[in-house]
């Protein structure tokens, strides 16, 4: 069949560019079909399926006419199951009449895209032949209604098989029963032979046509040959029950030619009656030793069972098509022919028929495990290209081993395309099941690499709030005396630091760029009751990536949202030893330098003071203050309440910064080598809400008195006594 003749067109839609166009001839666009919107051309698709369905279910039920004329046993005589051929005949005309109308609608799609050509759209029918192209554009549908596919059509759906049926039921004592019986088996031979030719191409165009429904090919294609198979080894079955029927009725009349006082009339059910017991010892294998019995040859065992005279048609269904399915698939080596012409005839169809179908069937599997192979190799291939891919991507070793595992037996990924690998095509080509472990496995990779963030990497929020980033080789990641505003952690590759004050350097995996002010801004404004917006610092270097780079990136405001709930003592412990200098004397020194005890000390001794301090935190219900004053507070953050002893229930909120500040008092009054006992607190200080501060001893203070307050004075008194004398030696010199 030619590919112009095929049921379904493939239908999209446009819209116009134009009001206006002048008429011409249509527009292909890689091979696709555009057609008016004007008839609802969506629908295409559904009636080809439906074709198809009709097409499967009527060639499954023209094969039930060679059932319907059946052999009496008892009366030896030809009749017809009635029951079978009224069902039978109702079931084909209604499918005969759903095919009609879904061919009209299929007509009336190509006569919409004639008119739509006529004004000029762009129209195209697929699959088109080139040398009726013309023709198919200029009215396909006329060309659609006179092509030989719809005389095929019209052809297979003649309601001839109903008529003759209707008169085989009808008859009863008819000899013409048998014109009628032959009549009905070659118009349904002949219309079955004609909805095989409509039905193979439609399948393997339906095939073509509806890659969501049918998305393994193959195994489609298989699944089409074994629906041919049984189709055909039904329609052989049936037929094989009929010629059953026949060759009966044949050894009847023979029998009864060579006998006088038969009647052949006796013959039909219904007609005159007599005696014809003798013909049983003629035409019954199994039950007569005569000699001279009649040669059945293919038709024997459907005799012989008695399946030709039986009334259940389930047995006689399932027998035949049994018989039919055994004898194509062994090609009809199991026949044992007589000498009858058309039964040889018969036998050469079904080994032909059987030969054809069991090649397509092997084909059709050889092909798809040739494919099968083909994508094997095909997925080895990118495989081993993936796996050196990855040996390559530096970061891949930073991952754990089983997500390493896991990316290199992933098979949804198409890096191979772009013959590269980098952290955001792993993250966007990958599962999201494997490539949302990566970001968590180098966050937890980074806890132990890079010390600034090892508290911040152990929560999960951390993991939410870094972004991956790829550098080219040549991009600038910081420009200088540019607002910086983020945090870049290096994972593979290498960044060009250059600086004016210090050497230019280049920094590797685990590196990490930051400004100094930066990081010291996100810390203390972290410990601020209520979020403050950040002054992004201006980057006093110039960085650019030397080849490509995978980092990640936070951002200011992220980190400081995530230094809130990391404790002061472990983000001082990170960092380095300069960054939490600043930070202590940012936090300690202007709380220290207002107390009256320390106002006339010198700043040095204070940033001394600062830097002995350690940072602490409380939880919520905890004392800081009760009994004896031991230690000395500077409160950053959190609240605190003071009861009084005297009066328990009495409390009130402490707003002080500075806990301690008699034991401070006492340190500096007495010799810092002198023991003195610490003096009693009369209020009990409690935490509220968590609470960070620095802790001072007694001994932080004195030491700081005896390094630094002992030297000024020493060192004031050395300047009194030298001023004194040199004044003394200036007046002896005047006398």
């Known amino acids: 069949m030619k590919s112009g003749e095929g049921l379904d067109i493939e239908v999209g839609t446009r819209e116009l560019q134009s009001t206006s166009r002048p008429t011409g001839p ?44 059946s ?44 008119a739509t050509a006529s004004q000029g759209e762009a129209v195209d029918i697929r699959s088109l032949d080139t040398a009726s192209a013309e023709q198919t554009q200029s009215s396909p549908g006329k060309t659609v209604l006179l092509s030989p596919k719809t005389a095929v059509v019209m052809l297979s759906i003649l309601p001839l098989p109903q008529a003759t049926a209707i008169a085989i039921v009808i008859m009863k004592g008819n000899p013409r029963l048998q014109q009628a019986v032959m009549l009905i088996k070659f118009s349904v031979f002949i219309q079955f032979i004609l909805r095989a030719t409509v039905l193979v191409p439609l399948c393997h165009k339906t095939m073509e046509n509806s890659p969501t429904l049918f998305k393994f090919r193959f195994w489609v294609g298989a699944g089409f040959n074994l629906m041919f198979f049984v189709l055909a080894s039904h329609f052989v079955g049936a037929f094989w029950y009929l010629l059953s029927v026949g060759r009966t009725l044949d050894c009847w009349r023979s029998v009864c030619r060579s006998h006088g006082g038969c009647n052949p009339d006796s013959l039909y059910c219904g007609g005159s009656v007599g005696n014809k017991s003798y013909l049983n010892d003629y035409c019954s294998p199994g039950k007569t030793s005569n000699t001279t019995a009649f040669d059945f040859g293919i038709y024997h ?44 005839c018969f036998s050469i169809c ?22 099968r192979t083909q994508v094997q190799l095909e997925k080895m291939e990118k495989k081993e290209k993936k796996r050196r891919y990855l040996l390559k991507w530096e970061t891949f070793k930073w ?64 993991e939410k709030r870094v972004r991956p980033k790829v550098y080219r080789k040549g991009d600038v990641v910081f420009r200088k005396e540019h607002p ?67 980092a990640l990136l936070i951002s200011a405001k992220d980190l400081q949202l995530l230094m809130k709930d990391v404790n002061l003592k472990s983000i001082l412990a990170n960092i380095s030893l300069h960054l939490s200098k600043e930070i202590k004397l940012h936090f300690c020194l202007p709380i220290l330098s207002k107390l009256p005890a320390l106002e006339k000390v010198h700043g040095k001794a204070l940033e001394a003071l600062c830097e002995r301090a350690v940072p602490v935190s409380f939880s919520p219900q905890s004392v800081l203050v009760q009994d004896d004053i031991n230690k000395m507070f500077i409160v950053v953050s959190g609240r605190l309440r003071s009861y009084d002893k005297k009066v328990g229930s009495l409390s009130k909120e402490c707003s002080d910064k500075f806990l ?69 030696m200036s007046s002896v010199e005047g006398k």
């Open 350 to 371: 079904i080994s032909v028929i059987g030969l054809i179908l069991v090649s397509l069937f092997i084909g059709n599997m050889q092909a798809y495990f040739q494919f």
């Open 26 to 69: 249509p527009e292909e666009t890689a091979g696709h079909t555009f057609i008016s919107e004007r008839f609802d051309l969506k629908r295409v698709p559904t009636q080809q399926r439906a074709l198809l369905l009709l097409s499967v279910a009527a060639a499954i039920l023209d094969p039930l006419f060679f059932y319907i004329p």
């Open 484 to 550: 910086v505003d983020e945090i870049v952690i290096i994972l593979r590759g290498t960044l060009d630091v250059h600086a004016e004050d210090t050497q230019d350097h280049e920094l590797g995996p685990w590196g990490v760029i930051c400004e100094e002010e930066l990081l010291k801004e996100i810390i203390t404004s972290s410990r601020k009751s209520h979020t403050s917006s950040l002054s992004h610092p201006l980057s006093r270097v110039h960085v650019t990536a030397t080849k490509k780079v995978d």
């Open 660 to 728: 301690g500040e008699e034991l401070l008092q006492q340190a500096l009054s007495t010799d810092p080598s002198d023991n003195f006992k610490p003096p009693v607190s009369p209020i009990l200080i409690r935490a509220m809400t968590k609470v960070e501060a620095f802790r001072l001893m007694a001994s932080d203070v004195k030491w700081v008195r005896k390094e630094w307050l002992y030297k000024e004075e020493w060192a004031m008194k050395v300047f009194k006594k030298n001023f004194s004398r040199r004044r003394n």
């Open 399 to 462: 991952l754990p081993p089983d997500l390493q595992g896991d990316i290199t037996a992933c098979e949804e990924d198409n890096w191979v395309e772009t013959n590269e690998v980098d952290l955001q095509t792993a993250l966007n080509c990958l599962p999201q099941e494997i490539g949302g472990r990566i970001i968590p496995a180098l966050c937890s990779k980074m806890a132990s690499e890079v010390k600034t963030f090892q508290a911040l990497t152990r929560t999960q929020k951390f």
């Open 301 to 344: 065992s459907a005799i012989e069972s008695n399946i030709v005279a039986s009334t259940r048609f389930t047995l006689k269904f399932t027998y035949c098509f049994w018989w039919g399915l055994r004898n194509l698939s062994s090609l009809g080596q199991n026949l044992d022919n007589s000498a009858y012409e058309w039964e040889l």
């Open 71 to 114: 052999v009496n046993g008892g009366s030896i005589c030809l009749e017809s199951d009635r029951n079978l051929g009224i069902i039978v005949i109702i079931l084909r005309s209604l499918v005969d009449v759903l095919y009609s109308v879904s061919w009209y609608f299929h007509w009336r799609a190509r006569r919409g895209t004639g």
